[in-house]
């Protein structure tokens, strides 16, 4: 919705180029726009003003940079390179071509180095922060919102075409794989990657990679104790930034492992300050859960229930994350944070992907070969492209690899558009150096994540003192006790009387399936718009099969694809 546009072109006396920011939401909050231009390049950030220092924008004879979200460390930088101010800083930085590998936090940034005629673009280790690239014989457009960037094509004149192959990605694993977008012409940088552009040419290569991470033969008890060390450094890092700014930290909070740990680490820390925000099904274990904590630790709780109504505003959800991935996995949190009435906030706090660099993306205790079936919401369509898969698929060697960089930072790190709606956003389990130690630890600890059951138990018994949804029980590594919980639960959903466990956190085909409305509307939605795809008889083929024979996360991929393509093309 937010973030930066740069326009580069061959001509000089090109018309200047026309960007075309998406109209905010109305709880949004103040966003600024300012403006670079040199002799070919036109720069435009349209950015939330209240972490405008933990931002860049500067403009002298050597270089222009520009970042969009929050660099977490950079007053540590200015302290280790014994500089006073941020050009100091980037002008020593730059003496290493990827200078931004040591940027922390939640970020995307582009630099013009004016004497080189160079410009370099780049987003995080985890690609949290989205950054997309256009490029032809006369023009070269990077920017960090898809629509933006498809409207500036359009401005240019330049034909936008629908990319299949992303699309079929969409109607099957429900997100964008390595650098595909809906848009053929337009690619996306993948996480720890940068662009380069000299001379009109470009390379892309990576500055930081998961395969290069080398297993570590550290004992148990050393990997606990690292473990809780980079944690808590991480936690510091993002946290201190509310209390110097005196926010309110608010940090997500549901039934699982991972929030908790982000919260309640915070709160062992000395960052008070906080509140919880959960979002889930009325009376589901998600908010039973997070309410027993708040009370317990007598932090205030900003709870929002979401209901059927949720799955209605489809293309509202689908402007946000542009199609690139299906739009009921965000359709809660956008219910959420719209209706979220809380003033003086800081940053939005997540776990995103604790579990993952924990073990729950290991099948085996080993290393295995991915399979094109690994991370997907819909098989109906798999064997048909199995094809376009294993295009992809053949350049891992490794599934939790395979599923880190497509299902993790491509597909679930696009949450991160919608918390950054209401503030900038990060994740502290995402942290480079913490992720780097987790993804270390041999499989044989983390599978089903017994070392980070090991970490709670160990440095933090009282986290275990609260319910874990996913087993359906308190923290454990035994066995006998996960099977019990878990049949216990699936028992409990069965029984015809209500419980917390009753559903899901949100139970999409329960809404679609028992309220009218929400069928009637999502069913209209397909009947008005399937016309999109009738110029590709194979796809207008699929929706219409997926769509009739489908459930509701099938339907609700069909319905992503015609939004974007009504938004986009």
Known sequence: MHGFNVFISQNAAQQQPHFCWKKPFDFQPTLELRTFSDEHIVVEQFTETKFMSEKLWLDNEDFFIVTDGVITNLKDLCLQHNVSNHDELIGKMLKDKDFFKYFRGHFAGFIYLKKEKKFIAFNNQTGSKKLFYFANQNTIAIGTDLYTLSKLLEDQKIKKTLDTEAAIFLLTSGFMHENLTLLKEVKQLRAGEFLQIDNFRLKTDFYFRLQDIQENRDSKADIVEQLDFLFKKSVDNEFSLDKSHQLISLTTLSGGLDSRMVALTALQSGFSNQMFFNFSAKGYADEVIARQISDKYRVPLAASVVDAESLKPVEEVVLVNDGLTIYTGASAVFDAIKRLEISDTGMIHT??????????????????????????????????????????????????????????????????????LCGESDAAFLNPDFLSYALSIPAKYRYKEQIYIDWIKIKHPEFAGFIWESIGGKPTNNKTLRSYYR????????????????NNMNPEQLWYDKNLSVRQTLDQYFLENIHLLSSNSELYGDCQFLYREGNITEKAQVLTLLAACKLLL
Do not use: C
């Open 487 to 502: 049949y216990r639960r699936a028992l409990l959903k069965r029984l015809p009387f209500k419980t917390m466990w009753k």
């Open 351 to 420: 776990g995103m992907l604790g579990d993952a660099l924990l073990g729950s993306y290991l099948i085996a205790d080993h290393k295995t070969k991915p399979q094109i079936s690994d991370g997907v919401y819909s098989t109906k369509l798999l064997s048909k492209y199995a094809s376009v898969f294993q295009k992809y698929i053949q350049n891992y060697s490794d599934t939790e690899i395979y599923k880190f960089y497509n299902r993790g930072f491509s597909g679930m790190n696009n949450g991160f558009l919608y918390f950054d």
